[in-house]
């Protein structure tokens, strides 16, 4: 790490450090990207839950349903099963899409989070960030399986 100092004829003094960089301020970005996924995740479920009261009539819901919503006896396996399950409007599906969105937010997250210590050159928190999204990661492949 270099030192440089201006000029005193040039006015006060300052210190310029090369190789340094300033840190990140990435709350604001973590904190709205987890308040957002999850409003838009909690609106989703509501909306699966009005479709099927919609659907089923809200006896369905007040006298403890025998069977389950069309479209919930299985479970999702990827992304573009809900989303094909969407079209006819199956509110299972869009409740499906809302349980996904509210498990994808932490993983985004993470990865903003990686990419913030990637701009500050901690590279301690860049292997800890990376290590968790890989565990991540394997958790979705596994769970597939």
Partial sequence: MK???????????????????????????VSTVLRWGVLAAAALILAGVAFYVAASGARAILFAPRGVPPGAEANPTSLRVVLDELSPRQPAAVTDLGLLLLIVTPVVNVAIVLIAFVLERDWMYVGLAGFVLAMLMVGFVVGRA
């Fill in 3 to 29: 030192v440089h100092l201006r000029d005193a004829s040039a006015g006060p003094a300052t210190v310029e450090r090369r190789g340094e960089h300033e840190p990140v301020n990435i709350d604001p970005v």
